[in-house]
């Protein structure tokens, strides 16, 4: 059975979540392109998080591949770098140069 997603929600909850810009509504985290990541982060622990800020039926409907598209989108978009952990475990997630 087809899931939906609203992949742009789930972009600008995810982009919240990297930039620690969680107090602020939505369309002002979406417009703010000089936010960047603060620091790095675990796309395990991002994933993790990013399910108790969805709705209730974007979570349930949310898979780890989604939620690495989104990643993977906003990492084109806001220039971030993706770099493996040795042990291929998770991902870490840092601001590119």
Not at 12 to 18: E, G, V
Not at 62 to 90: G, I, Y
């Amino acid at each position: 059975m087809a899931k939906v997603m609203d992949m742009k929600r789930l972009k600008n909850t995810m982009w919240s979540l990297l930039t620690d810009c969680l107090d602020k509504p939505l369309k002002e985290a979406e417009g703010a392109e000089t936010m960047q990541v603060s620091g790095e982060k675990a796309f395990s622990q991002t994933t993790r998080t990013l399910l108790q800020r969805l709705p209730h039926t974007m979570a349930q409907n949310m898979s780890v591949p989604l939620a690495f598209v989104a990643l993977l989108h906003l990492a084109n978009e806001k220039n971030l770098e993706l770099v493996k952990v040795d042990d291929m475990s998770d991902i870490v997630i840092k601001q590119g140069r």
